[in-house]
Structures are given as C-alpha cells and as structure tokens.
C-alpha cells in the first residue's frame, strides 16, 4: 500500500480488525519512511457492478454516492451513522447476489425506497422527492395520499 502523505510503497500494517458488521477490514498502517500513519479499509467485492442510468449511460456503481445520497435523505433524523453503513452494505451485498453485473438505477432506487420506508417515513419521503423528481406540491400530495392508503390497516 502506497503511503498517502510521501508516496513510499514501504508501509506497514500496525492493527487489523473488522469493520462494517465484518463486511470490511480496517488496517492501521505506518510509513517508515516519514513515519505517518494512516487507516486503510478492505471490502470484500464479489463482482464489478455497473449501474444502467436511465439515459442508458453505463457508470461503475459508487458506494460512496449511494451512502451520500442515503444520508442526505437522513439528514437531522434519529438515525447513526453505523445505521446508514448497514444499510450500504445490505444493498450492496443484495445487487452483488442477484449475479447481474449491470444493475438499473432505477433498481438501486427502489430498493433505498424500500430501506428507508421501513426505517424513517420522513427520510422515505425526502429520498422519494429526489428520485422520483417531484417539481410541484401536488406531486408530493400525490405520493403521501398514496403512502396513506399503503399503510391504512383498512385499506390493505
């Protein structure tokens, strides 16, 4: 591994230890060259995804952009950060699974609606906002009269 601070190949792995529910290892490593030390993390990939946008454009699934966009719609609600990289994580694992190396976004976006249904309506409701790109305040009257009918015991 690289030393980020002087370029040297020379480092060395000071601590290692599971990270991400064991989805990941973390190493803490040092550069005996300019004595730096740094944390690296390893994540387990079982294949190389590409995300299908919807303009037909193939780009390599960011798991960054997806916990990004995951957070904004978290953003000031009751939800921790180990939370968010679960949720990460599972949907990762899941479009892995299904053994497609091309995965529609719109498939990702789904399955994010469908975590943050169950885990924050408020965040649901954000994410949905975005992804669905609502333009007007009907369009969000549209979706939460809809969510109402999804969860009225009486209407199932």
């Given at each position: 591994?690289r030393?980020?601070?002087?370029?040297?190949?020379?480092?060395?792995?000071?601590?290692?230890?599971?990270?991400?529910d064991?989805?990941?290892?973390?190493r803490?490593?040092?550069?005996?060259?300019?004595?730096?030390?740094?944390?690296?993390?390893?994540?387990?990939?079982?294949?190389?995804?590409?995300?299908?946008?919807?303009?037909?454009?193939?780009?390599?699934?960011?798991?960054?952009?997806?916990?990004r966009?995951?957070?904004?719609?978290l953003?000031?609600?009751p939800?921790?950060?180990?939370?968010?990289?679960?949720?990460?994580?599972?949907?990762?694992?899941?479009?892995?699974?299904?053994?497609?190396?091309?995965?529609?976004?719109?498939?990702?976006?789904?399955?994010?609606?469908?975590?943050?249904?169950?885990?924050?309506?408020?965040?649901?409701v954000?994410?949905?906002?975005?992804?669905?790109?609502?333009?007007e305040?009907?369009?969000?009257?549209?979706?939460l009269?809809?969510?109402?009918?999804?969860?009225?015991?009486?209407?199932?």
């Amino acid at each position: 591994m690289r030393c980020p601070f002087c370029g040297s190949e020379d480092t060395q792995v000071k601590d290692s230890r599971p990270a991400d529910d064991g989805a990941s290892i973390r190493r803490r490593r040092s550069c005996p060259s300019c004595g730096a030390r740094f944390t690296t993390f390893e994540r387990v990939t079982l294949r190389e995804l590409t995300v299908v946008k919807s303009d037909n454009r193939r780009v390599p699934f960011d798991r960054e952009k997806l916990a990004r966009s995951i957070r904004v719609a978290l953003r000031k609600r009751p939800v921790d950060e180990d939370r968010v990289e679960r949720i990460v994580n599972g949907i990762q694992r899941r479009l892995e699974a299904e053994g497609e190396s091309e995965i529609a976004s719109r498939a990702i976006g789904e399955m994010v609606m469908e975590t943050l249904k169950e885990l924050d309506p408020v965040a649901y409701v954000r994410f949905a906002s975005v992804y669905r790109n609502f333009r007007e305040a009907k369009d969000f009257q549209a979706f939460l009269g809809a969510l109402g009918k999804s969860t009225d015991p009486d209407n199932g």
